[in-house]
């Protein structure tokens, strides 16, 4: 996967690629056992990457022999630090 992976991130509209084993004891993962995260240069990034050859070469190769179900969630990221939380919250 890493000449993809490195194709991928290296795009004007991919910023990134991380993907990893969900490792939560919770047991709230619904069954989903890897997640994977894209941050796009914002929406319209999004939008040019979806119908690209690229992306959708990667999801034929990748992805498709691979998934039973998918779930995407599409979110604009807010950082905080421990402390500012702390603040903001009952704790």
């Known amino acids: 996967m890493g000449a993809k992976r ?5 795009s004007a509209t991919v910023k990134g690629f991380e993907w990893g084993r969900n490792l939560g004891p919770e047991g709230l993962s619904d069954g989903f056992t890897h997640g994977v ?3 796009f240069a914002g929406p319209d990034g ?6 690209h050859p690229d ?4 999801c034929r190769r990748w992805l498709d022999p691979n998934l039973e179900k998918v779930c995407v969630v599409d ?3 807010t950082s ?3 402390a500012e939380l702390k603040k ?4």
């Open 88 to 91: 903001r919250s009952a704790w």
């Open 37 to 39: 995260i894209v941050p």
């Open 6 to 10: 490195k194709r991928l991130a290296g």
């Open 46 to 51: 999004r939008d040019a990457s979806l119908p």
């Open 75 to 77: 979110f604009a990221a």
């Open 55 to 58: 992306h959708l070469a990667f």
């Open 80 to 82: 905080q630090s421990a």
